[in-house]
């Protein structure tokens, strides 16, 4: 027993590693995001082009960094025997990024004292998830943005006030300023501080946070960064998301509907998107409405699940209903739910399993490659669309099994 236990942990990590080569040997080999979108953009700065002032930017200020820091190394080892590419300098980036989350993870779990059965399923679980994810998990920004909210969530469990606050702050300016998505948390979260009676404490801790992130990009840009807000408005309905898998399945009738290219993004148009488009962006901003709203009563009136674990449970929520709802769904936004998922409070085994499972048939079916072939009348890859729809609404259901009969806790 006592030598199975000292392999315990030894054998996770050979397990981690060994995942992490096979994701860095098998990349995407055709089309890469870094080459296509984020290598242009750098190369573009590096000529002395100014984003927002002089481009039409559509990201927001922390990625301008993360795009420009490839460049720099891939310039300054030209001729030298360790020069990296653009491409391998931010893929090294991006497996830096994993294996601290992996690390981060194991240690909030430590923290959380969940059972060593719950704890080594949790670790499995996002070795697996990730390794599945190989085409996209460093080739993309998505796993950075999950990175700033991991930070935000997992503050609680290892540092105590005010330094708690500055922490999750911090993650979450980050988070927002690399994608502006978890932005309205703002509320519940500032509403659950007032409520351990810290309030100027937590006030002046994220006006020090927000000054970090947001400071110098407001100083050099100023009004110029709403340049990415109107590039966000103008985007329609992605072929992925939840509206266009019903506007897809309606056109299996009506054939009015075409996949277009628009700001390196494929949309729905035709006049079944167009009737549809406006009542679900209107549904997307009332189901996000409701659950700043909800969540921010029940911080008030104090129905709250456990203390630490709050920040970590609203935003597995609002991150699940996002991915649900809104019109621009990319199969990279699954990365954002991979790491929050695997520290998530589960009570018991059946509970976790129930969630991991749920989680690994969205993933494998999302990333699957699929023919484009029938089952009757319906192309698979629709109906896989359909499945990861449903698996989203089973993950927000048990959520909701969670949290919302919940009791009076007190926020600690």
């Known amino acids: 027993m006592k030598v199975k236990f000292a392999l315990y942990p030894w054998g996770l990590l050979a397990l981690f590693l060994l995942s992490r080569l096979l994701i860095w040997i098998f990349r995407p080999t055709g089309f890469s995001e870094i080459i296509y ?4 953009f750098a190369h573009l700065w590096a000529s002395g082009v100014k984003p927002y002032l002089e481009q039409w ?23 030298h025997w360790w020069h990296l590419s653009y491409l391998q300098a931010y893929r090294l980036i991006m497996l830096l990024i994993d294996c601290s989350l992996f690390g981060l993870i194991w240690a909030t779990l430590n923290k959380q004292k969940v059972k060593p059965v719950l704890k080594r399923d949790a670790l499995l679980f996002y070795m697996v998830i990730t390794a599945i994810s190989h085409h996209f998990i460093y080739d993309t920004m998505d796993l950075a943005f999950a990175a700033g909210i991991m930070i935000s969530v997992t503050a609680p469990f290892f540092v105590t006030q005010p330094t708690q606050s500055l922490i999750r702050w911090l993650g979450y300016f980050l988070a927002t300023a690399l994608k502006y998505i978890n932005a309205p948390l703002a509320l519940p979260f500032f509403l659950a501080e007032q409520r351990r009676r810290i309030s100027v404490a937590s006030i002046l801790m994220a006006i020090l946070a927000f000054l970090i992130i947001w400071g110098a990009p407001l100083i050099m840009f100023r009004s110029s960064l709403q340049v990415s807000l109107v590039y966000h408005q103008l985007r329609g309905i992605q072929v992925d998301s939840a509206p266009a898998i019903l506007i897809r399945t309606i056109d299996l009738f009506t054939h009015s509907e075409k996949i277009v290219e628009v700001y390196k993004n494929y949309d729905l148009q035709g006049p079944v998107t167009d009737a549809i488009k406006p009542w679900a962006n209107k549904f997307f901003i009332l189901a996000i409405t409701l659950f700043i709203g909800w969540s921010s009563y029940r911080v008030i009136i104090n129905h709250l699940p456990v203390a630490k674990s709050f920040y970590l449970v609203i935003t597995v929520g609002y991150l699940l209903l996002f991915l649900l709802t809104g019109k621009v769904l990319s199969r990279p936004f699954l990365i954002w739910l991979m790491p929050i998922l695997a520290i998530y409070p589960f009570s018991n085994w059946r509970q976790q399993l129930s969630w991991f499972g749920t989680a690994l048939l969205m993933t494998i079916t999302t990333y699957a490659r699929v023919p484009n072939l029938n089952i009757w009348l319906l192309p698979i890859p629709l109906l896989v669309g359909w499945i990861r729809v449903i698996c989203l609404c089973i993950l927000l259901r048990l959520w909701g099994k969670i949290i919302v009969p919940s009791s009076r806790i007190k926020v600690i």
């Open 57 to 79: 930017y559509e990201y927001p200020p922390a990625t301008i960094p993360l795009f420009y820091l490839p460049h720099v190394i891939d310039m300054a080892g030209l001729h």
């Open 37 to 40: 979108s984020y290598m242009p």
